[in-house]
């Protein structure tokens, strides 16, 4: 009997005289239990003039096995783990018929495949709402304890919100695109000079956008005295700016971002860093509620937000917000746009 990828084999699975036939077996490598991962997937017989060949063939050894290297991360479901292995276990086959990867291959494997499941995860988020949002995949790694955050290049990239404190006048808000029906990242700038009290619009704002800067400079002007600002403002022209940064063509519901970027810049203070601002508001300050704020929140938590400000007429949808969301993130009702840009500005 000759036996490949294997030393011993189990007396006891009685296969003799017959030909071509796969069957499974449980083997051992030298006495031992196989190597972790290491599984074996069938067993081809030829049997000659009483002459038998056993040829045993091996799963490759996968990443995710209790006593390996990576673990998945906690939005990958069942079904996502098994398709993320399959996909793997095909990739390993085509590129290393012999089974043998490196480290730096089998991330590189994990992480293609993550982002193939992502993307099906995606459209099924646009198709059945906030069942599927969990769609931040990862995997770690056992050693380090690094994790590993898997984007998709064509929703821009992973963590769009950046590390450290921004310039006056920058804010971060989330926007409602109701042309594609999809939520928006945006990142709001004003500058402040010398000029007549104009308004200068730059880019190519929606309606909506523009509706929210007038909003936000008429609530600011009649509002002066209670934000403590004695600039007149009729000595300085405003250039607002809004940064799409998940191409999205619209971005409505924004107005109290405008508003707390315009105080932010006249106050020479800085938002507190990775805070996200909801909310929408009329021209005399009353507070709207925004829509599908889960989405928004999981938008923030995905972007790399560590704080939120959310409207106080929100606070009702809480409750619909997963867990895994609410613990990812601070999270801040207020009941004014004054005391929004207190807790903005850090200033209460």
Do not use: C
């Not at 086959?93 to 089974?99: A, S």
Request: aromatic letters at 6%; a neutral charge.
């Amino acid at each position: 009997m000759e036996v490949s990828h294997a030393t011993h084999i189990d007396n006891r699975m009685g296969f003799a005289g017959e030909t071509g036939r796969t069957v499974s077996l449980d083997v051992l490598r030298e006495g031992k239990s196989l190597l972790p991962g290491e599984r074996p997937k069938e067993v081809r017989i030829e049997s000659k003039d009483q002459e038998m060949k056993v040829t045993l063939f091996f799963r490759p050894a996968l990443t995710f096995e209790k006593g390996e290297l990576l673990d998945f991360g906690p939005h990958l479901g069942g079904r996502d783990q098994k398709a993320v292995r399959k996909t793997v276990s095909g990739l390993i086959k085509l590129l290393h018929p012999n089974g043998e990867v490196n480290r730096g291959e089998m991330e590189e494997y994990v992480t293609y495949a993550m982002e193939m499941r992502r993307r099906v995860k995606e459209q099924l988020k646009k198709m059945g709402g906030l069942e599927y949002w969990d769609t931040s995949f990862s995997f770690a790694d056992r050693e380090s304890g690094q994790e590993t955050f898997i984007s998709v290049p064509e929703m821009g990239g992973g963590r769009l919100i950046v590390e450290g404190v921004l310039q006056p006048g920058s804010v971060y808000t989330i926007g409602t695109d109701a042309t594609d029906n999809r939520l928006a990242l945006f990142l709001v700038q004003s500058q402040m000079n010398r000029g007549s009290g104009r308004i200068i619009p730059l880019g190519h704002l929606s309606s909506k956008m523009k509706e929210a800067i007038k909003t936000a400079d008429a609530y600011l002007k009649a509002h002066l005295k209670n934000l403590g600002i004695d600039h007149d403002l009729k000595a300085y022209d405003f250039t607002i700016q809004a940064i799409n940064l998940n191409q999205a063509r619209e971005g409505a519901e924004t107005s109290v971002a405008f508003f707390i970027s315009m105080v932010s810049i006249i106050l020479g203070r800085s938002v507190q860093e990775r805070t996200v601002i909801l909310g929408e508001m009329s021209v005399q300050g009353m507070l709207l509620k925004v829509g599908s704020l889960p989405e928004r929140m999981q938008l923030a938590v995905e972007a790399g937000a560590r704080r939120i400000l959310i409207p106080s007429e929100n606070k009702r949808d809480l409750a619909d917000v997963p867990d895994a969301i609410l613990t990812a993130i601070q999270w801040q009702f207020y009941d004014s746009p004054t005391r929004a840009v207190i807790l903005a500005l850090g200033m209460g």
